[in-house]
Structures are given as structure tokens and as C-alpha cells.
């Protein structure tokens, strides 16, 4: 825009992100969003922050995050494959923290009320083109995956606890099902597919529920209250600076392959978008250190899964067994002399996969 206000389209975890760290520079900001409010992209669920290698506050202080975010942790996990269902104690140790999504105490809504401390503007129900503005960070624009939730009405299910469940009968291919308590009284059901799989998404979760027993056990006869769900497009841009607009978070194509993780993508891109554009780096050179290594990561996962599916995690989870204590780091060979070289010809099998298959 030229009046030398910044202008964002989307305000998702990617835009509010990139909104703050502007007006904090000094910068006049307004952020364009499609919907009523911030918040309505999604019925109130918990997702996991993954890549962030600190705590979640040093992390969200590093992107210039000032907002109060309530983080949830759950000590105890059921970690299903399609041959075993395995109880681990993480002690202390939790894989992720989870933050809300959707609705008044999401992520993105305290990211909202910073922004909007901050003075910067915004515009609902908004009719924007992507050409009108110096910042896209509008979300999925292809779905390469996706993923629907259901919430249930109380279950018996442990509030300490979440489950992952690794079985392609019910998440084909390669990709997961999961259990979380999300208040006291609800817990979310949520299947992920890769893309020939989207459209038998409800039955895979109506199926799950009928034939894996520990699913049955906590789901069957529930009442289900609502549902929610989206795409996830994921792909490496060669630049994310178009005709001089900067592309953030998923409108980049900054996801994770393997899991579907896409929010610290989406907060990393935000705030080196915004130091981009006030002088303080370049922005692809940016994301191309901070974000593309883990997407070349998670490429290189997903082609084992891609094409031996579930079978991946059953090797890796082969050590473990009911009652473990501790973490599941040892799950990946992170430090044999094998895994680099691996990763790497991994993550050219994939891209030649997606050539040949057009999915991920
Ligand atoms: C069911 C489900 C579960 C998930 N679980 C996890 C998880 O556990 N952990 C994780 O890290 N990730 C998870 N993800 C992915 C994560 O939600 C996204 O990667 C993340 O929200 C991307 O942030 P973003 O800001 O790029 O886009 P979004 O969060 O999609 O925000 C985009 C915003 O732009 C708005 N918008 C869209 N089009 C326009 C337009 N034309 N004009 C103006 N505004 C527009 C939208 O309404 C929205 O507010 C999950 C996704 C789904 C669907």
C-alpha cells in the first residue's frame, strides 16, 4: 500500500505475528481478514508447538511475542501402533506444550489484543486481494493433507494423558490419529490424511472408532458436540517475496510434511518477514537458515512414510514398551553416522515421489 500504512492479509498466528513485530518498529499496520473476528478459522482445539528447542515463553519472546499464552501439558501419552498400544510416563519431560486454537483464548486471539495494544488496525469480513497488499499470510492454499476433529462430550478419558495413534486402517498413509483432553469435560478426536485420502476422512474416523478397540473404549456412543478441520498445503518456495509482497506461514508453504506442525512456521516467517521489511535482513535468507531445515526434515520423514506407511513408527517404536518411563528421543537415530546421509536422500526420494504421485 502506498499511504505508508503496512498492509497483511489474514489474521492467523503467520499475519498477527508479523503485525506485531511491524508496529513495534514504528511501523502504521492494518491486517485484512476475511472473517467476523480472529479466532473463526477453527472450533476451540488444542494444537502442539513442535521445533522450538526452548521454552515456549523464550521462544515466543524471541519472535517479539510480548502476549500472556496459556500453555497445556500433558505428562502421559497412549502411543498406538497398529500393533501396539504402549503407556508412556514422560516424567517431567513432555513431548510438546499445546496452545488453544479458535475462539476467545486461542493463540491467535491473544496475538490479536498485543496487536491491537500495539495500534495496529483491522479490517473484517475484508474482500482483499492478495495484489493489494505488502504482506500474504492468508493460510493453506492447496491441501497436500488434512485433518478433521471431532469433539465428544465427556469421556472416561485420563485428563493427564493425550494418545497418538500410528495406524494406516485409520490414517492412511503414514500419518496419525489423536485423543486430547481439551477441557474438563470435552476431549477432541482428530484424524490426518495425506491428500487421496481427504475425502474418506469421516468415515476413517467413524471406522477408527468401530474397530481399534482403545479408541472404542473412550469415543463409542459419545456424543459428539462439534467438528473442525482444514487443509494443509505444503511445498519449498525458490523465493517467498513476489512482486514485492512477502508470502508468511502456510501461504508460503511453510508446513511440515511428515506431522502437520505448521504453527512456529508460521510465527518464525511472521517476525523475519516484518525485520525484512524494516531493514533488518533479508527475508529468504532468513526463513532459508530458521525454517527450511526442518522442512527438509520433516520431507525426508515423510517419504518413508509415504511409502511403507505406518510401518515407520512401528521400527521405531520397537525399543519401547508399556510402562516406560523417560522420553522418546532414542525413537529417532538422530546420532548414528547413518542418519544425515539418509535424511538427505530421503528428502530427494520424496520430492521425486511428489513428481511422480502428486502427493506428498
Ligand atoms: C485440524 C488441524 C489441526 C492442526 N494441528 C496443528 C498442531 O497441532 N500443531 C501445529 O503446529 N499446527 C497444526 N495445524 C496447522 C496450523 O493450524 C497451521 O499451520 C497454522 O495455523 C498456519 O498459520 P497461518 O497464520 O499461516 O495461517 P492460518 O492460521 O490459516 O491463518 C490464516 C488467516 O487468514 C485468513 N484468511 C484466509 N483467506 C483470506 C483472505 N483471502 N483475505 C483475508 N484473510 C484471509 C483466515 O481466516 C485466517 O484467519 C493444524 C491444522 C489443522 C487443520
Known amino acids: 500500500m502506498s499511504d505508508g500504512m503496512r498492509s497483511i492479509l489474514g489474521a492467523g498466528p503467520a499475519g498477527l505475528t508479523c503485525a506485531i513485530n511491524l508496529a513495534k518498529s514504528g511501523e502504521r499496520v492494518k491486517v485484512y481478514e476475511i ?44 502411543i498406538c501402533t497398529r500393533k501396539r498400544e504402549i503407556e508412556f510416563d514422560m516424567s517431567g519431560r513432555p513431548l510438546l506444550p499445546f496452545v488453544e486454537r ?30 493489494e497488499v505488502d504482506v500474504v499470510a492468508s493460510g493453506a492454499k492447496r491441501a497436500d493433507a488434512a485433518a478433521v476433529g471431532r469433539i465428544y462430550e465427556d469421556t472416561d478419558f485420563p485428563r493427564d494423558h493425550y494418545l497418538v495413534m500410528f495406524d494406516d486402517r485409520f490414517s492412511p498413509k503414514g500419518w496419525y490419529s489423536y485423543i486430547i483432553p481439551t477441557g474438563k469435560d470435552v476431549v477432541e478426536f482428530v484424524t490426518c490424511v495425506s491428500k487421496p485420502y ?70 518464525r516467517s511472521g517476525k523475519f518477514a516484518a525485520d525484512a521489511m524494516v531493514g533488518k535482513g533479508n527475508y529468504d535468507a532468513m526463513w532459508k537458515r530458521e525454517i527450511l531445515p526442518y522442512m527438509r526434515k520433516d520431507f525426508a520423514w515423510r517419504f518413508p512414510a509415504a511409502i511403507l506407511g505406518d510401518w515407520v513408527i512401528e521400527l521405531g517404536m520397537r525399543k519401547y514398551s508399556d510402562k516406560n518411563r523417560g522420553d522418546l528421543s532414542g525413537a529417532i ?10 535424511e538427505a536422500i530421503c528428502f530427494h526420494l520424496e520430492q521425486l515421489h511428489y513428481a511422480l504421485s502428486g502427493s506428498w
Do not use: C
Open 102 to 131: 479458535g475462539g476467545r483464548n486461542s493463540l491467535e486471539y491473544r496475538l490479536y489484543e498485543e496487536a491491537l495494544s500495539l495500534g495496529v488496525e483491522f479490517e473484517f469480513g475484508s474482500k482483499r486481494q492478495e495484489r
Open 198 to 267: 481427504i475425502p474418506l476422512l469421516h468415515k476413517l474416523l467413524d471406522k477408527a472408532i468401530l474397530e481399534r478397540r482403545i479408541i472404542g473404549d473412550f469415543l463409542a456412543g459419545k456424543k459428539i458436540l462439534a467438528s473442525f478441520g482444514g487443509a494443509g498445503g505444503v511445498w519449498i518456495p525458490k523465493t517467498a517475496v513476489k512482486e514485492g509482497r512477502y508470502y508468511v506461514g502456510e501461504a508460503a508453504g511453510f508446513q511440515d510434511a511428515f506431522m502437520g506442525f505448521g504453527i512456529t512456521h508460521a510465527i
Open 333 to 342: 537415530p538422530e546420532k548414528s553416522w547413518w542418519y544425515k546421509p539418509a
Open 35 to 78: 472473517r467476523k473476528d480472529v479466532g473463526m478459522r477453527f472450533h476451540p482445539n488444542l494444537q502442539g508447538l513442535k521445533y522450538l528447542y526452548m521454552p515456549p515463553e523464550e521462544f515466543m519472546a524471541k519472535m517479539g511475542i510480548g502476549a500472556r499464552i496459556e500453555y497445556r501439558y500433558f505428562p502421559k501419552a497412549y
